[in-house]
């Protein structure tokens, strides 16, 4: 069974960058894509980027696009998403995910 733990929210006025870690644990799959995703309240979940483990091929939605980052350090079994430039909009609970797994999830709040 795989773990993931998110770590790296927090409180950042408009403008600012954060980045936020996902810790993997556990028993992966063969070939897998950790994705990140985020809910704000009374919202619908949102899928915000992905990375593939094994080639490091990335993808982010287009509401962050430019802005935010998907990496990983393979030695340190962790994803990073590098959030940038970032707007009251961006203010949710952001979780890291692998197929239906996901972790804890952190929060991210953007004040204007």
């Known amino acids: 069974q795989v773990q993931l733990v998110e770590s790296g929210g927090g409180l950042v006025q408009a403008g600012g960058s954060l980045r936020l870690s996902c810790s993997v644990s556990?028993?992966?799959?063969?070939?897998?894509?950790v994705d990140w995703f985020r809910q704000a309240p009374g919202k619908e979940r949102e899928f915000v980027g992905t990375?593939?483990?094994?080639?490091?091929?990335?993808d982010v939605a287009n509401s962050v696009k430019g802005r935010f980052t998907v990496s990983r350090d393979n030695a340190k079994n962790t994803v990073y998403l590098q959030m940038n430039s970032l707007k009251p909009d961006d203010t949710a609970i952001y979780y890291c995910?692998?197929?239906?797994?996901r972790g804890q999830g952190t929060q991210v709040t953007v004040s204007s």
């Open positions: 995910a692998i197929n239906n797994i």
């Open positions: 556990g028993r992966t799959p063969i070939y897998f894509a």
């Open positions: 990375i593939r483990w094994s080639s490091g091929r990335t």
